[in-house]
C-alpha cells in the first residue's frame, strides 16, 4: 500500500475539489506492485495516466473501468529485491496476472505473475499443474492492454 504525508499535499487544484496532489508518495511494505500506463481520450485528445497499484484487485478494478475512451495501455510489475535476488528493485512488462486457488479450500489465493522474456513469479512454491486447482487469469496484456497505442506518442497530450 502506498502512504502520504499531509505536509507533501501539494496546494493546487480546485479549492475543496476532490482531487488531491501530493509530490511524493512511500510504499508502506516491500512487495510487488504495478505501474500502469492508461490513456484517456477526450475532445479529440488523448492524455497519458499513470497508476501506481499495489493489490491485483484494484487492477482488475482498473481494468473493468476500462472503455472506448478510456484504456490500458501497458502494465508493468515491480519486483522487490527479495523476490528478484539482486538486491534492487526491478520492473517488468507483465504479460499475464493468474490466481490460483485450491478446488477443495478457496483462500488463501496464490499469483502467477507472467513477465517478459518468458520470466515467471509465483507467490508460493505449491502452485502445480495439478487438476486440483482453480486458476482465474486476471489481466492479460493480449485481452486487457493495447500496447500498439504506445507508438502514437505524437498524437498524446502531456
Not at 480546485?14 to 496532489?21: C, D, I, T
Not at 484517456?40 to 497508476?51: D, E, L, P
Not at 502452485?127 to 492492454?145: C, I, W
Amino acid at each position: 500500500m502506498f502512504m502520504t504525508q499531509s505536509h507533501t499535499e501539494e496546494l493546487i487544484g480546485q479549492p475543496f475539489g476532490k482531487v488531491q496532489f501530493w509530490s511524493r508518495v512511500e510504499l508502506s511494505k516491500e512487495d510487488l506492485w504495478f505501474y500502469v500506463s492508461t490513456v484517456h481520450s477526450c475532445v479529440g485528445s488523448k492524455r497519458r495516466r499513470y497508476y501506481l497499484l499495489t493489490e491485483a484487485a484494484d487492477l482488475q478494478a482498473l481494468i473493468g473501468d476500462t472503455s472506448e475512451f478510456f484504456w490500458i495501455e501497458r502494465v508493468m510489475a515491480v519486483i522487490p529485491p527479495q523476490i528478484n535476488g539482486p538486491r534492487c528493485w526491478k520492473m517488468y512488462q507483465l504479460k499475464e496476472l493468474i490466481a490460483v486457488a485450491d478446488s477443495t479450500e478457496l483462500m488463501p489465493i496464490d499469483f502467477i505473475y507472467r513477465l517478459e522474456n518468458g520470466l515467471s513469479y509465483v507467490t508460493s512454491g505449491v502452485v502445480g499443474d495439478s487438476t486440483d486447482k482453480l486458476r482465474q487469469v486476471l489481466f492479460s496484456e493480449k485481452l486487457h492492454a493495447h500496447p500498439e497505442d504506445i507508438d502514437h506518442k505524437t498524437d498524446l497530450v502531456g
